[in-house]
């Protein structure tokens, strides 16, 4: 059973455009939506995260934006350049005890185009 | 601060041998997750440790061990190797255990089973 739902699988981007990546999560009770940049060769590194207590988190050209009704989470990247083709993966847990572990989307490669 | 550390980066073994991996977490965290990663399954959770205690399991079959020291760094196991334990395994340490904290991952080591 996929907790978390990711799409779309691949996006291509021109330079300076918006990238937008959806996800989708089952379990109410999660409580933590991180999401991880991935470059080849590389383990996931955390890029922004959020809490269900508010519907969105900026942080430089990264915003997540959140829906708890529609139990949908997305991450919009602004200004896309080349430096952020990778692949991107949306995660979600519920924080304390023995099920904090993270659950994570498939994964978006995104490339951006110059 | 230095990452997470892991070791070694490569290694490649054959069917039915045994594989130790090493993690040294961020200074001062003392969680350590392993997550399992494959392009066909994407990041799995494995396990999860804190102060030498195993806090969560994974679905994996008990091939897959790990354990915690006293100074948190952790090793996991696989025994009885088969070809599909292929994969980029990544090691994460948090603060705390439980999704409590972020999560930050190391580089991974990449085991090839032949």
């Known amino acids: 059973q996929q907790q978390v739902k990711q799409s779309p699988q691949s996006l291509i981007v021109q330079k300076g455009g918006i990238s937008i990546i959806n996800c989708a999560y089952e379990n109410t009770a999660f409580d933590y939506f991180p999401w991880y940049q991935q470059f080849p060769g590389k383990g996931p590194a955390l890029l922004i995260a959020i809490r269900p207590d508010v519907s969105e988190k900026k942080e430089g050209r990264f915003t997540i934006s959140f829906n708890k009704s529609a139990k949908q989470f997305s991450l919009h990247i602004m200004d896309s350049q080349p430096g952020d083709s990778a692949t991107y993966f949306c995660a979600a847990s519920k924080h304390g005890g023995s099920q904090g572990n993270l659950i994570f989307g498939k994964g978006t490669k995104l490339s951006v185009k110059p | 601060k230095a990452g997470v550390t892991q070791t070694p980066r490569y290694l490649i073994k054959t069917r039915g041998q045994q594989v130790t991996l090493s993690c040294s977490p961020i200074s001062g965290h003392r969680s350590v997750s392993w997550y399992q990663q494959t392009p066909g399954q994407g990041l799995q959770f494995l396990f999860e440790?804190?102060?030498?205690?195993?806090?969560n399991k994974g679905n994996f079959p008990g091939r897959f061990s790990g354990r915690q020291f006293s100074n948190s760094r952790s090793e996991m196991n696989v025994s009885t190797l088969e070809l599909g334990d292929s994969a980029l395994y990544l090691c994460?340490?948090?603060?705390?255990?439980?999704?409590?904290?972020?999560?930050?991952f190391g580089q991974g080591t990449r085991l090839t089973v032949v």
């Open positions: 994460a340490s948090s603060l705390d255990w439980g999704g409590a904290t972020e999560a930050f």
């Open positions: 440790y804190f102060s030498e205690t195993q806090r």
